[in-house]
Nanobody
Framework: QVQLVESGGGLVQSGGSLRLSCAAS????????VGWFRQAPGKEREFVAT????????DYTDSVKGRFIISRDNTKATVYLQMNSLKPEDTAVYFC??????????????WGQGTQVTVSS
């Protein structure tokens, strides 16, 4: 497993932007694909985006395509989620997760504790 810590959440107005970071501990970060998930109160955890070990496989859920960009810096052992044109429905706790497979899903082996993103209207 790898230890993950999210940061960068906060309060932003509708239409604004925010960049989340997912920092990993250890020196095996490059062996893990990383994904972003989010969970709003009373709702199930939802997949947002995933990026493979060398950034060759990138996927987004339909609701964020064209607005969010996932990227990674293996030297810094960090994955980023640039969120643009934010909407109130993006409000949620955002989690990052890691897995040695090419795609990160709900069964990911490692999870961070989350960072709150609130989008006001």
């Amino acid at each position: 497993q790898v230890q993950l810590v999210e940061s960068g959440g906060g309060l932003v107005q509708s239409g604004g932007s925010l960049r989340l970071s997912c920092a990993a501990s250890g020196r095996t970060f490059r062996d893990y694909a990383v994904g972003w998930f989010r969970q709003a109160p009373g709702k199930e955890r939802e997949f947002v985006a995933t990026i493979s070990q060398t950034s060759l496989v990138i996927d987004y859920t339909d609701s964020v395509k064209g607005r969010f960009i996932i990227s990674r810096d293996n030297t810094k052992a960090t994955v980023y989620l640039q969120m643009n044109s934010l909407k109130p429905e993006d409000t949620a706790v955002y989690f990052c997760a890691a897995d040695r497979r090419l795609r990160v899903g709900a069964t990911a082996s490692s999870w961070g504790q989350g960072t709150q993103v609130t989008v006001s209207s």
